[in-house]
């Protein structure tokens, strides 16, 4: 908003959404966006709507119920051989669709070092964990001497196989790939970065530059993205989009359907054309283009693949 991107006449209506959830945009996307264009696919992505103050009845505060499944904060535990930790809770941008949005934001969420210390405990005494998935919030957000403490005493824990880093880093705040980040998240084990993305033009010179530092470096890049309305929901969108993921070397791994957070009806998309749009994908695009389309089950159940 103080970007620019909301008229003077919209804003004593948002106030009342920004005081609700975290908002947030970096320089790099509110540059993509045609502030006359209210349908552009950025800036539906970040531009707060008054219709987040609405909560559907089939919307839920945690609707991938990861509060059940917390052993000790910071570690969600839903599968036998991968768990969550979860350092910060902050992000580079705050997505208008966020399926953690009753949680994350700029001021909360950042592990205590107590709490760290426990969390990295719990993962030293399960020995059934092979991979650690970094998550938040965005792990990147983390300076690169702390990120490079959290990943080195994971890789250290004789049972962890291989890390990930589940993050919009990359496209929404792309100068934060440092020298010095990257650095920290070669190890000694392999670290997998899930690369959050949800359009074609999120692909900026400055993002295909960060992106190609990791790969150089020899890390693996999967892509995710969510199935929006109005951003990615048609058949060229989404081809655009998962073409440019395999273009900057990111192997496109899970498209979700939207988790049913507070506020989010107006991205909402049925599964039925979601399947449609996948079927329409096939054929058209290499098979290693082609995420797996999944939705959360609820009550925890995990994700499952739509069918
Ligand atoms: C999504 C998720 C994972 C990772 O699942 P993959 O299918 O391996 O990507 C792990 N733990 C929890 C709690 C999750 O929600
Ligand atoms: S970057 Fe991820 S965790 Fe952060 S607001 Fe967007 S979807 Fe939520």
């Known amino acids: 908003m103080r970007a620019g991107l909301v008229s003077a006449e919209a804003m004593p209506a948002l106030e009342g959404v920004a005081a609700r959830y975290a908002t947030a945009i970096t320089p790099a996307m509110a540059a993509l966006i045609?502030?006359?264009?209210?349908?552009?696919?950025?800036?539906?992505q970040y531009i707060p709507d008054v219709a987040e103050l609405i909560t559907a009845p089939h919307?839920?505060?945690?609707?991938?119920?990861?509060?059940?499944?917390?052993?000790?904060?910071?570690?969600?535990?839903?599968?036998p051989d991968r768990a969550?930790?979860?350092?910060l809770l902050a992000c580079p941008v705050y997505c208008r669709f966020c399926?953690?949005?009753e949680k994350v934001g700029p001021d909360g969420g950042l592990l205590t070092e107590a709490e760290l210390q426990e969390a990295l405990a719990w993962f030293e005494g399960n020995a059934?964990?092979?991979?650690?998935?970094?998550?938040?919030?965005?792990?990147?957000?983390?300076?690169?001497?702390?990120?490079?403490?959290?990943?080195?005493?994971?890789?250290?824990?004789?049972?962890?196989?291989?890390?990930?880093i589940h993050t919009r880093v990359p496209v929404a705040d792309p100068a934060r790939i440092t020298a010095a980040l990257v650095a920290a998240i070669r190890q000694a084990k392999p670290v997998f970065i899930a690369v959050h993305a949800?359009?074609?033009?999120e692909f900026t010179p400055d993002?295909?530059?960060?992106?190609?530092?990791?790969?150089?470096?020899?890390?693996?890049?999967?892509?995710?993205?969510?199935?929006?309305?109005?951003?990615?929901?048609?058949?060229?969108?989404?081809?655009?989009?998962?073409?440019a993921m395999i273009r900057n070397r990111i192997k496109p791994y899970y498209l979700h359907s939207l988790d049913p957070a507070p506020g989010t009806a107006r991205f909402?998309?049925?599964?039925?054309?979601?399947?449609?749009?996948?079927?329409?994908?096939?054929?058209?695009?290499?098979?290693?283009a082609l995420p797996l389309f999944v939705r959360e089950t609820p009550m925890g159940g995990g994700k499952k693949p739509v069918a």
């Open 198 to 201: 949800n359009h074609a033009r």
């Open 99 to 101: 399926f953690r949005r």
């Open 128 to 164: 059934a964990i092979r991979e650690v998935i970094l998550t938040g919030g965005d792990p990147l957000m983390l300076s690169a001497r702390r990120l490079g403490e959290i990943l080195g005493r994971l890789a250290g824990m004789a049972h962890i196989e291989i890390l990930r």
């Open 34 to 44: 045609n502030p006359g264009d209210p349908a552009d696919p950025i800036g539906l």
């Open 268 to 288: 909402q998309v049925p599964e039925e054309e979601g399947l449609a749009l996948m079927a329409a994908l096939r054929g058209r695009l290499p098979g290693h």
């Open 84 to 87: 969550l930790l979860k350092p």
């Open 207 to 243: 993002a295909a530059a960060a992106l190609a530092r990791l790969a150089d470096a020899g890390v693996p890049l999967l892509g995710q993205s969510v199935l929006l309305r109005g951003v990615n929901d048609d058949a060229p969108a989404m081809e655009a989009l998962l073409r």
């Open 59 to 79: 919307e839920l505060e945690d609707p991938t119920a990861d509060a059940p499944f917390t052993p000790v904060k910071g570690v969600v535990h839903r599968y």
